[in-house]
């Protein structure tokens, strides 16, 4: 059964970079037929679309993000990771690492259980 | 790129159904059949419901199915029941051929009376 398991600081200071790593289990992150992605969900509020990468190291961003951001996979370890730099408080979210499926990777079919990082000093 | 609009609440009784709509435009819900319904229980993950606009992921219940006409897209709830009592955002691809982008719905909190 696929499991994704989110793991990073929960605090993250302004200005400097959040950095989480998802876990994969049951499911090779070389498969040809599934991406990789991360969500965020500010606490209370709705879901923002962060970024996916594919095993091969393609990536696409979210275009409001996209200075910002930066997600890598590590096929050795079956893990991918989100590196987010410059934060500020409008960064305090829930993260969410996921599956996604679908012609343009547009299905999150299996998420992670998530992880509140706040961003304060 | 805004966000789909949705209704802020729905509900219904056990046993009744409850229609959520999904408003977007003709660059996202409009052009792509790539919609997709997601439900999320207090404290926990969102879960896919429906994809495709119409498809259910295999252990979804057949009590949920989704639609769509123009630029609004629909996820129906039928004979609800107690543990149907979440929030359900849509999602919509919006990409184009320069980028990928995905945009969420606004989030509906449907209450079973």
């Known amino acids: 059964q696929l499991q994704l398991q989110e ?22 992150i070389r498969s040809s037929t599934h991406y990789w992605g991360w969500i965020r969900q500010p606490p209370g509020k709705g879901l923002e679309w962060i970024g996916t990468i594919y095993y091969s190291g393609s990536t696409y961003y979210n275009p409001s993000l996209k200075n910002r951001i930066t997600i890598s ?12 730099s410059s934060v500020t408080a409008a960064d305090t979210a829930i993260y969410y690492c996921l599956r996604c499926s679908g012609w343009f990777r547009e299905t999150f079919d299996s998420w992670g259980q998530g992880t509140l990082v706040t961003v304060s000093s | 790129q805004s966000a789909l609009t949705q209704p802020p609440s729905a509900s219904g009784s056990p046993g009744q159904s409850v229609t959520i709509s999904c408003t977007g435009t003709s660059s996202d819900v409009g052009a792509y059949n790539y919609v997709s319904w997601y439900q999320q229980h207090p404290g926990k993950a969102p879960k896919l419901m429906i994809y495709e606009v119409t498809k259910r992921p295999s252990g979804v219940p057949d009590r949920f199915s989704g639609s769509k006409s123009g630029n ?27 980028f990928a982008l995905y945009v969420f719905g606004t989030g509906t909190k449907v209450t079973v009376l």
């Open chain 2, 72 to 98: 609004t897209a629909s996820l129906t709830v039928s004979g609800l029941q107690a543990e149907d009592e979440a929030d359900y955002y849509c999602s919509s691809y919006a990409g184009t051929n320069t």
């Open chain 1, 7 to 28: 793991s990073g600081p929960g605090l993250v200071k302004p200005s400097e970079t959040l950095s989480l790593t998802c876990s994969v289990s049951g499911d090779s």
């Open chain 1, 73 to 84: 996979v590590d096929t050795s370890k079956n893990q991918f990771s989100l590196k987010l």
